[in-house]
């Protein structure tokens, strides 16, 4: 093993990502076991209908953190001011503002939303739900500060701390209240954790108010482009549970959202990896500088997208059985919501590391023409198939997995992004 050790150990590059890239695989894969295993859990503490409402809830919160991002993470990753207090400062100042934004935003969208789906309680849940927003707002930018300089041993503890208090949390709440209220109370504390646990274990700059003009003209004009590309990535991710919910049933909703989750590890780890690891990367090493930079790149990509595609098409072969074995029977048709979802998911992974790239050169510009073109076409491709998925729906129910394995096979061949790209 010593020379596991000669490339894991010192500050060099290569040690540097190769303990991010094993640090941020192991923590993610406890973090799924832990996922799966109190999702299994709350699924037999509380019924479909509660994972269909807070599914309502996630979608809502997220479209308001995605409507509003401005890049702040990449900003602080790719800029040559990156370590500067005082650009550091003016980031965590806007980071602030727009959580208290994001609160008020949810507070005042609440009825009109209850409304629209028909659901009075949600009118209640999105302004305590959304307090995690504010929460999140204050988290010191000691995180951005160890994603750029790949420093992420204690991030991945802290992370994988929170999430078991945040788990914990909500197995108790759930067996206590039996209503999707758990969720949103564990939800709150697992943020709240976070916030203390950066705090206090991450090295760094303790942050304060700050608004220098040059800092802020830099994240503005950098994040003017990752602002209208999350608006179009959260039409590219959620735009299928906004539709869905308002058209099926609470407890439809929570079935497809436990296929969906399961059908998602891939893609999530995938994107995790080439946020946190490609970046600091391609800064450090740009591809243009050497033949040898680009090579060692081009291979790093290559490996992502081959494991990425072999668990996909796993779960799209094993996809029923394994819903079969872990739920019981009124969650059995999320196997063949997993199995359509896994499917439909592969050309995805063909252009899964560009828009990273293109991150790490400073250029938001063209990472938001790539998700603006996936949302365009994704959302024609939904239009046009939308009479297949009411049939193929039918057919999950009456239990024809092999039908709705063909229909899944059809979905993603209209599937656009990535066609004609190779990674």
């Not at 979802?341 to 990273?356: G, R, S």
């Amino acid at each position: 093993m010593s020379w596991l050790a000669k490339f894991t150990q010192g500050e060099g590059l290569k040690a540097r990502v190769l303990r991010g890239s094993a640090l941020t695989i192991s923590g993610y894969a406890f973090s799924q076991v832990v996922r799966l295993a109190s999702n299994l859990i709350l699924t037999r503490l509380l019924f479909p209908e509660a994972f269909g409402m807070m599914a309502l809830v996630m979608v809502f919160m997220q479209g308001l953190a995605m409507f509003s991002d401005v890049g702040i993470g990449p900003s602080i990753m790719q800029s040559k001011r990156g370590d500067d207090p005082d650009f550091l400062n003016t980031a965590w100042s806007i980071q602030v503002f727009r959580g208290v934004v994001l609160w008020l935003a949810a507070t005042a969208l609440a009825l009109p939303v209850a409304g629209f789906y028909g659901e009075p309680q949600l009118a209640q849940l999105l302004p305590i739900a959304a307090l995690s927003l504010l929460i999140n707002g204050f988290n010191p930018t000691r995180l951005e500060t160890a994603h750029r300089h790949l420093a992420l041993g204690r991030v991945t503890v802290i992370d994988m701390a929170t999430q078991l208090i945040g788990v914990i949390s909500a197995i108790i709440f759930a067996w206590i209240l039996q209503s999707v209220w758990a969720l949103v109370i564990s939800g709150l504390i697992g943020a709240m954790a976070q916030l203390i646990c950066y705090n206090i274990y991450l090295p760094g700059i303790r942050n304060r108010f700050r608004w220098e003009k040059a800092a802020s003209h830099e994240l503005i004009h950098f994040g003017k482009w990752i602002f209208l590309s999350t608006v179009c990535g959260f039409l590219f991710t959620q735009s299928d549970k906004i539709i869905l919910g308002k058209y099926l049933s609470l407890e439809t909703l929570g079935i497809y959202n436990i296929g969906f989750f399961l059908a998602s590890f891939p893609l999530l780890l995938a994107g995790m990896v080439s946020q946190r690891i490609l970046i600091p990367l391609y800064r450090e090493r740009p591809p243009c500088a050497s033949i040898e930079n680009f090579r060692k790149l081009r291979m790093m990509r290559f490996s992502l997208t081959a494991g990425v595609l072999s668990v996909l098409l796993g779960l799209a072969y094993l996809g029923v059985a394994i819903v079969d074995l872990l739920y019981d029977q009124r969650y059995i048709a999320s196997g063949a919501i997993l199995v359509v979802v896994a499917c439909v998911q592969i050309p995805q992974v063909i252009v899964l590391t560009y828009d990273q790239v293109a991150l790490a050169a400073g250029d938001s510009r063209r990472f938001f023409v790539l998700a603006a073109a996936r949302a365009a076409f994704l959302r024609i491709s939904a239009l046009s198939g939308c009479r297949i998925c009411r049939a193929a729906w039918r057919i999950v129910q009456s239990g024809n997995c092999h039908g709705i394995y063909l229909s899944g096979g059809g979905l993603a061949g209209t599937w656009p992004e990535g066609m004609g790209s190779r990674p």
